[in-house]
């Protein structure tokens, strides 16, 4: 059980051989895969503020190379800190050495010992520990209960699955019964039945235990199943931490509208204009009055008419029968899901994708689209994002 508070954390990663790189003639930092370069080397992480209450489960959500393991291995301490300060149930640690910060980390790979027993491989950090044989038997045995593994301790590692890998790793990280529990992305190697059980089990382990958990993937299923609230980053910044709900009903920018949702959320370009105090987007031949509730943020911000970037979620397309205040659209690919149709259409110059379930509510059978097909789609007021050219929401 710990609290944590990270201020301003910075991560740079030194030029090597002691090259410096020097600034643009704008006066601009130089950008090496999205990241900023400065005199004193590659910003891996920049100004990572987030305080994390006792028991909350955070996740580090965001691309590959956004910076997400690097600010877990700071946390570890695996990574030494450039900038910035991390307290620990307010103690500075930016100094204290990783065994000392009672924290447990869970990798990727399982990090497992291939000549030990399960049981030895959960037991082992408590015996460098000198803890009394009893206690590291009882700890390693409630451990296994709690991951149902019991029937595997006499096991060595190559005889199980990697669902009961993971389990393992798990179990030797709970039983040190550490404040804070850190996982890097610990169900990528796992195939996708496995990585719903194993969410599930996480979610379970994590009503079981006392524990702070930090928890890094690239996997946004994980991070809105698992978390209290995800912090999204890109380039080695924070772009919005919030609830899930949060984050999906009102992304800060396009970046987390479209990293947000899965099939990604539909963007065009349309314009935003005012008329007799009320706010419409228009985009091809539909025009839209936003609903009350985006009427009045747009109107605290007093936000003018303007170019902008709207974005409607592929649920949220509605086909009409007719056509007349709707968006044109052709079928160019169709993906049977099941319940539902994944149709991918040309709208507007643009790829959209639509969701279509496959029976209505009376479980008559919705016609069928093949490609060229015409539709015409439209979306009501509350749906809409309202997006600045320069990617802003503009409702915040």
Request: net charge positive.
């Given at each position: 059980m710990a609290t944590l508070n990270l201020k301003g954390i910075t991560k740079i990663y030194p030029h090597s051989g002691g090259q410096k790189k020097t600034k643009k003639k704008t006066g601009t930092p130089e950008k090496k895969n999205n990241l900023q370069v400065t005199d004193q080397g590659v910003v891996a992480v920049q100004s990572f503020d987030l305080d994390i209450a006792d028991k909350e489960f955070i996740v580090l959500v965001g691309p590959s190379g956004c910076g997400k393991s690097t600010t877990l291995r700071m946390v570890a301490g695996l990574e030494e800190i450039s900038g910035?300060?991390?307290?620990?149930?307010?103690?500075?640690?930016?100094?204290?050495?990783?065994?000392?910060?009672?924290?447990?980390?869970?990798?990727?790979?399982?990090?497992?010992?291939?000549?030990?027993?399960?049981?030895?491989?959960?037991?082992?950090?408590?015996?460098?520990?000198?803890?009394?044989?009893?206690?590291?038997?009882?700890?390693?045995?409630?451990?296994?209960?709690?991951?149902?593994?019991?029937?595997?301790?006499?096991?060595?590692?190559?005889?199980?699955?990697?669902?009961?890998?993971?389990r393992v790793a798990?179990?030797?990280?709970?039983?040190?019964?550490?404040?804070?529990?850190?996982?890097?992305?610990?169900?990528?190697?796992?195939?996708?039945?496995?990585?719903?059980?194993?969410?599930?089990?996480?979610?379970?382990?994590?009503?079981?235990?006392?524990t702070t958990f930090i928890y890094v993937t690239h996997d946004q299923t994980e991070a809105m199943t698992l978390g209290d609230r995800i912090v999204i980053m890109k380039d080695g910044y924070i772009q919005q931490i919030g609830t899930p709900q949060e984050v999906f009903d009102h992304p800060s920018n396009i970046f987390v509208a479209g990293f947000i949702g899965m099939p990604q959320m539909n963007f065009f370009d349309a314009s935003l204009t005012l008329e007799s105090g009320k706010y419409f987007v228009s985009v091809g031949g539909c025009k839209v009055e936003l609903s009350p509730e985006?009427?009045?943020?747009?109107?605290?911000?007093?936000?003018?008419?303007?170019?902008?970037?709207?974005?409607?979620?592929?649920?949220?397309?509605?086909?009409?029968?007719?056509?007349?205040?709707?968006?044109?659209?052709?079928?160019?690919?169709?993906?049977?899901?099941?319940?539902?149709?994944?149709?991918?259409?040309?709208?507007?110059?643009?790829?959209?994708?639509?969701?279509?379930?496959?029976?209505?509510a009376n479980g008559e059978h919705i016609e069928s689209f093949r490609r060229g097909d015409k539709l015409n789609l439209t979306f009501s007021g509350n749906v809409c994002h309202v997006f600045s050219r320069d990617g802003k929401n503009l409702e915040f």
């Amino acid at each position: 059980m710990a609290t944590l508070n990270l201020k301003g954390i910075t991560k740079i990663y030194p030029h090597s051989g002691g090259q410096k790189k020097t600034k643009k003639k704008t006066g601009t930092p130089e950008k090496k895969n999205n990241l900023q370069v400065t005199d004193q080397g590659v910003v891996a992480v920049q100004s990572f503020d987030l305080d994390i209450a006792d028991k909350e489960f955070i996740v580090l959500v965001g691309p590959s190379g956004c910076g997400k393991s690097t600010t877990l291995r700071m946390v570890a301490g695996l990574e030494e800190i450039s900038g910035g300060e991390l307290y620990i149930d307010g103690k500075l640690v930016n100094d204290v050495e990783p065994k000392n910060r009672d924290i447990a980390m869970v990798f990727q790979s399982y990090a497992l010992y291939p000549h030990m027993t399960v049981y030895e491989n959960m037991a082992f950090p408590l015996k460098l520990r000198k803890m009394e044989r009893d206690e590291i038997d009882r700890r390693v045995k409630d451990a296994a209960a709690t991951l149902d593994i019991t029937q595997y301790l006499d096991r060595k590692p190559k005889a199980l699955s990697g669902g009961q890998r993971q389990r393992v790793a798990i179990g030797r990280a709970i039983v040190r019964e550490p404040k804070v529990l850190l996982m890097d992305e610990p169900l990528s190697n796992l195939d996708a039945k496995l990585r719903n059980q194993m969410r599930a089990e996480i979610i379970k382990l994590r009503q079981k235990i006392n524990t702070t958990f930090i928890y890094v993937t690239h996997d946004q299923t994980e991070a809105m199943t698992l978390g209290d609230r995800i912090v999204i980053m890109k380039d080695g910044y924070i772009q919005q931490i919030g609830t899930p709900q949060e984050v999906f009903d009102h992304p800060s920018n396009i970046f987390v509208a479209g990293f947000i949702g899965m099939p990604q959320m539909n963007f065009f370009d349309a314009s935003l204009t005012l008329e007799s105090g009320k706010y419409f987007v228009s985009v091809g031949g539909c025009k839209v009055e936003l609903s009350p509730e985006k009427q009045r943020n747009l109107a605290a911000h007093k936000v003018a008419a303007q170019a902008i970037t709207l974005g409607v979620r592929p649920s949220h397309m509605v086909l009409a029968k007719q056509p007349g205040n709707t968006l044109s659209a052709t079928v160019e690919v169709s993906e049977m899901m099941g319940a539902e149709v994944h149709f991918h259409v040309n709208a507007n110059g643009k790829d959209v994708v639509i969701i279509v379930p496959t029976m209505n509510a009376n479980g008559e059978h919705i016609e069928s689209f093949r490609r060229g097909d015409k539709l015409n789609l439209t979306f009501s007021g509350n749906v809409c994002h309202v997006f600045s050219r320069d990617g802003k929401n503009l409702e915040f």
